[in-house]
């Protein structure tokens, strides 16, 4: 038996499938080495050397792992193709004792019986340059975090955090809203005029007023003195351009681009976007059969397409659409400048899984992104679509006007993907009737209207990860989790599908900026993005990396740390009245959390406790009132019956609501990354479950995700100190 090694339990399923009874596959759930949870982990006098430990949440799982190597011939590390994924294969060697140099590290691009035996067949050893690239990456992050958050907590308040690229993209956000609270609007007048032939047709058109570039009608009184110029005159046709235009289909999608398009075509979030396409790159559960992979490696920033791909995808279009939608020769496309281009674009492994055929049997989001990432590809190897354009000079006494207009010929690619809106803002899809030079025209209506200048937009989801890659901060691994925790510190908070920042995120970038300009500094970390990527593919020494970051570093802190400065943040006004003295009660934050307070203390030292909304995970096994989700005084997660005290039932996990098929006991849920075991606390019995992480009515954000589940039973002491809580509580609310 062999030994294979993956990151995440959702593709091992068919890894197993397409290798064979000859292998034994196992996830690592992730990093199962990594820099101690406290500490700086980081030896900073010596080389930036960094201390390695065993994760306590994944002793159990090296454990078994240690346990199927000892019957293993050999192991495999089949981690994820990026830096990311081979660091992890590098821990995995160091805990196993096998040498990173010997060749069994595996890759493919996507989960296909071919792509995965392939890649069986040719293992290679580590890649030295993507560790040390990942060990550069995560060794910066902890400095940053670990000496700039207390420095923070110090100067505004407790339980804040700073990131290396975190707080430069919340800076992007305040930046963008300060643009827009400063901008003074412009008046400025548009004019369009509806036209028809003066030779008795009734076919009219539109023509729009074209003084030239950056010249504009900034008034009323202008507005009106060129309407009155105009009344009443002919106008005639100076120039007429008649021709064939094409227009070409997109790219492929990157990580990036595939978020964008989700959000603004599906409404999709990124968190939504990212678990989805997770899901499909992992296989989807056809109507109940096994797992199917559905698309290629989807954390990429290449437009690249494999031949053998381009190959499939022409033959594929001639057998469906016909010869005149096939390229005379494979389309590729340019990648932006300081892509990595380490992997394809997304694309679908086999479009023989055509989206129409999968629609009634996998979920409703998991179609609607697989058919968006399928119609980009298929549209991306199609012929270009061809237009019958009219570009049309008019003049009227002096002021010159300007229509255009196209007619489709052949639909080409937009017979599966159309790149643009049904009607742009540059009216390309306007219908013109048949115009020649010299042709007069009269004027049936005229609009003149009132605009003003616009200030920047908000940023969306979409539209930062966006703006993110074209500064060149973050890789496409990065931008979900990054964007997700600017809301989870509520630094940020959403208006629509806007992301506007909190005052508490204005005094975060106000005081980095005054005290760490470099960090808080787009081009500073674009530049250390392009060092990164230098020790990935020239081999740069990552130890030099840190050092020639971490001396100027090392000067903003202790500056920082010196200094006096302080900000608060004012108090949250709440609608609860105080009941001693009549004023507005406050939301303050403290030891275990929010609370509201007077704001008139001294004079008023009234507290309350803060009512959050219930979070209901569960029904009570006892009494089947709702079991909600509580913290403990140490700020641990569990979960208790909201009928306390008439019922006592708490656990550090949560109820299933089903009976265990052995014996009849009670089961409960214990949450990880990627998936849910429902087990029995008296039996052997267990199951596990994949976790749908866009289903928040099922799992809410307090649930821990990440693998750190204890056992179902408390200890007494636990038992003690959270009905200790709770009766303070009760307390406190009576």
């Known amino acids: 038996m062999k030994l294979v090694l993956i990151e995440g339990p959702g593709k091992r399923e068919s890894v197993q499938h397409y290798l064979g009874s000859g292998y034994k596959v196992m996830p690592t759930f992730g990093h199962c080495r990594d820099l101690p949870e406290k500490g700086l982990g980081v030896d900073v006098k010596n080389n930036f050397e960094p201390e390695y430990v065993i994760s306590p949440d994944h002793k159990k799982t090296v454990d078994a792992i240690k346990k199927e190597m000892q019957k293993a011939e050999d192991v495999y590390f089949a981690s994820d193709p990026d830096r990311e994924g081979e660091a992890i294969a590098w821990h995995m060697c160091y805990i196993l004792g096998i040498d990173p140099k010997k060749a069994n590290r595996i890759t493919y691009n996507e989960i296909s019986e071919s792509a995965v035996n392939e890649a069986i067949k040719n293992p290679r050893p580590i890649d030295d340059n993507l560790v040390n690239a990942q060990q550069a990456r995560r060794i910066l992050d902890r400095l940053v975090g670990y000496k700039i958050s207390p420095i923070l907590c110090k100067k505004i308040q407790n339980k804040l955090s700073a990131g290396r690229v975190q707080s430069v993209t919340l800076r992007l956000v305040v930046d963008r809203e300060r643009e827009i609270q400063n901008f003074k609007p412009e008046e400025y007048w548009t004019l369009q005029v509806i036209l028809n032939k003066t030779d008795g047709s009734k076919e009219t058109f539109k023509a729009t007023l074209n003084l030239g570039k950056d010249k504009t009608v900034k008034s009323k009184e202008e507005m009106d003195k060129i309407v009155e110029a105009i009344s009443g005159e002919e106008f005639v046709a100076t120039n007429v351009k008649k ?109 023989d899984r055509r989206p129409e055929d999968l629609k009634d049997k996998i979920k409703r989001d998991e179609y609607r992104l697989y058919k968006l990432i399928y119609d980009r590809f298929l549209a991306s190897q199609m012929s270009e679509a061809t237009y019958n354009s009219l570009s049309v000079d008019i003049e009227c006494n002096g002021y010159k006007f300007k229509t255009t207009g196209r007619t489709l010929l052949f639909e080409g690619y937009t017979a599966v993907y159309n790149n643009q809106s049904a009607d742009d803002e540059n ?186 909304p219930k979070k209901v995970v569960a029904k009570c096994p006892i009494c089947g009132k709702n079991v909600i989700a509580r913290k403990s005084k140490k700020g641990k997660t569990f979960y208790g019956c909201e009928g306390y005290p008439e019922c006592s039932f708490v656990s550090w996990n949560i109820p299933a609501n089903e009976k265990c098929p052995k014996c009849g006991e009670e089961l409960f849920v214990k949450p990880y990354k990627y998936m849910k075991i429902i087990s029995c606390p008296k039996c052997d019995y267990s199951r596990r479950e994949k976790i749908e992480k866009n289903n928040e009515a099922t799992l809410n954000d307090d649930v821990d995700f990440s693998r750190n589940a204890t056992n179902n039973t408390m200890s007494t002491q636990d038992e003690i100190d959270i009905l200790n809580r709770l009766d303070e509580e009760n307390e406190q609310k009576s």
């Open 243 to 351: 021709s064939v235009t094409k227009s070409q289909p997109s790219a492929p999608f990157t990580t990036s681009t595939l978020q964008q398009e989700a959000l603004n075509r599906l409404g999709m979030s990124l968190k939504t976007t990212s678990s989805v396409a997770q899901t499909l790159y992992e296989g989807v559960e056809i109507a109940g059969g096994r797992k199917t992979p559905l698309v290629t490696y989807i954390r990429t920033d290449s437009v690249r397409v494999a031949p053998e791909a381009q190959a499939k995808a022409k033959e594929f279009i001639e057998q469906n659409f016909g010869k005149d939608y096939v390229v005379s020769k494979p389309r590729s496309f340019k990648n932006k400048k300081d892509a990595q281009d380490a992997h394809e674009a997304i694309r679908p492994i086999s479009l």
């Open 427 to 612: 009216g390309e899809s306007a219908k013109l009737p048949n115009i020649e030079k010299g042709d007069k025209f009269v004027a049936k209506e005229t609009k003149p209207e009132q605009k003003w200048t616009k200030p920047p937009a908000r940023y969306t989801e979409a539209s930062l990860v966006k703006a993110m890659e074209e500064k060149g901060i973050g890789r496409p691994s990065t931008y979900t989790q990054l964007v997700s925790t600017l809301f989870t510190r509520e630094y940020v908070k959403r208006e629509g599908k806007s992301i506007v920042p909190t005052e508490l995120g204005n005094m975060v970038v106000d005081m980095l900026i005054k005290f760490f300009p470099d960090i808080m500094n787009v081009g500073f970390t674009a530049d250390m993005e392009n060092k990164l990527d230098d020790i990935e593919y020239e081999g740069k020494d990552w130890h030099k990396v840190i050092s020639e970051f971490y001396d100027d570093f090392e000067k903003d802190v202790i500056a920082a740390s010196k200094d006096n400065t302080k900000l608060k943040v004012p108090d949250e006004v709440s609608d609860v009245v105080c009941d001693k003295c009549g004023a507005k009660m406050v939301i303050r934050s403290g030891k275990f959390g929010k609370f509201l307070a007077c704001p008139n203390y001294p004079t008023c030292k009234n507290t309350k406790p803060l009512e959050e």
